[in-house]
């Protein structure tokens, strides 16, 4: 079965340690999408563990950087966090529909979190730390004939 969310180039950020934690994200996220109901709670706890580490991560990063634009960005992770304990109370009343709308919900938020949070956190992580942005490897779109 091809999976229902993989995982785009431009998802990379360019900071190795959040690029691998995405990939992680993404894989967790398609394990929620794609469960089947019995397989269901196992994977929202999955994915609950990966999101309480990967946000830390980031919210860790921004405050020993002492990041300016950290308030929405670590805002939008614990909210993030508190669907999770909401969906798991419904998953507890057997509403199963509530975590697969989430997991859709999830895979619809991330692109763009990734895209303009992320990034803007990593090409800042990286001046700290070289005086530069990162250099983000993508492949070019392939040219139509
Ligand atoms: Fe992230
Ligand atoms: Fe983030």
Known sequence: MAPAFSWQADFVVGDAE????H????????ALLTADDDALSQALERFADHARRHFSLE????????????KCHVDEHAAVLRSVDE???ALAEGRVSVVRA???AL??????HARVM????????????????????????????
């Open 59 to 70: 919210d860790q990063a921004m405050r020993r950087s002492v990041y300016d634009n950290a």
């Open 107 to 112: 895979a619809d938020w991330f692109p763009e």
């Open 23 to 30: 990939v992680e994200f993404v894989d967790c996220v398609n």
């Open 18 to 21: 959040m690029d691998e934690t």
């Open 102 to 104: 989430f997991a859709q």
């Open 87 to 89: 969906v798991r109370a």
């Open 118 to 145: 992320d990034q803007g956190l990593a090409g800042w992580l990286a001046k700290c730390r070289l005086g530069g942005s990162p250099v983000r490897i993508q492949r070019r779109p392939v040219a139509q004939a």
